[in-house]
């Protein structure tokens, strides 16, 4: 049964937390801007999960039970998503709930190409994976999406290179800065290390690049480490 209620809910949440993300990754706010589209993917999801009726209690930590929800109502849309940046919003979902974490948690992305990748998740969800929700009447509902890019929002088409005509691969490969930051939990509090780069020329081969703690000689893992 479908529930479209709790879908339109689910996804006005989803966009408010992706141009939350969005402003903060813009200004800097790394750690914050990277909690924020962690929140925003996970209710994408919950979107699909909602619109088909699935329980919407799973989180992005527990992706094993995800996927299997995903696949019994539609299909696993998580395919659809670069792997690396799928990796490390998992990772910051555990910062959410700082306090409970066991052990150290590392991420790091370049700035533009984290951004990018999460503009991108976003349109596909929104003109493709969701698109055709309906309102109670039977009427198609126009999102707040669509409506931010009717009217050519500042929030949303600053710094997007889907919606300002840049090709993914262009935008990839611009100048970036690199951010990396580990979180330590201690007998007290957490110790956090947070580190950044000068810009540089970055490789990209169809998958963001993760960035690892030692960003003074930016060591990189994914598919153009070379």
Do not use: W
Request: net charge negative; charged share 20%; with cysteine.
């Amino acid at each position: 049964m479908y529930d479209n209620n709790n879908a339109i809910s689910f996804n006005t949440l989803a966009y408010n937390d992706y141009i939350a993300a969005r402003v903060l990754l813009n200004n800097g706010l790394e750690i914050q801007g990277a909690t924020m589209a962690s929140t925003a993917i996970e209710k994408y999801i919950k979107v699909v999960l909602a619109f088909h009726g699935k329980s919407k209690n799973v989180h992005l930590d527990k992706m094993a039970d995800l996927v299997k929800l995903l696949n019994n109502c539609y299909f696993d849309v998580t395919t659809l998503m670069d792997k690396a940046f799928l990796e490390i919003i998992e990772n910051v979902y555990k910062v959410r709930y700082i306090d409970k974490i066991p052990d150290s948690i590392t991420f790091g992305f370049f700035l533009n190409q984290f951004l990018g990748e999460l503009d991108y998740t976003v349109f596909l969800f929104e003109n493709n994976i969701i698109s055709g929700m309906t309102d109670a009447t039977g009427n198609q509902i126009k999102t707040q999406y669509h409506r931010a890019v009717e009217s050519k929002d500042n929030h949303l088409f600053q710094n997007n290179y889907i919606l300002n005509g840049q090709s993914k691969v262009e935008y990839m490969t611009m100048e970036d800065t690199g951010f990396s930051v580990q979180i330590t939990p201690l007998s007290e509090g957490q110790e956090m290390f947070i580190a950044r780069s000068q810009k540089m020329k970055v490789p990209y081969n169809g998958q963001i690049q993760r960035v690892n703690l030692d960003i003074s000689i930016i060591k990189t893992t994914g598919p153009n480490t070379s």
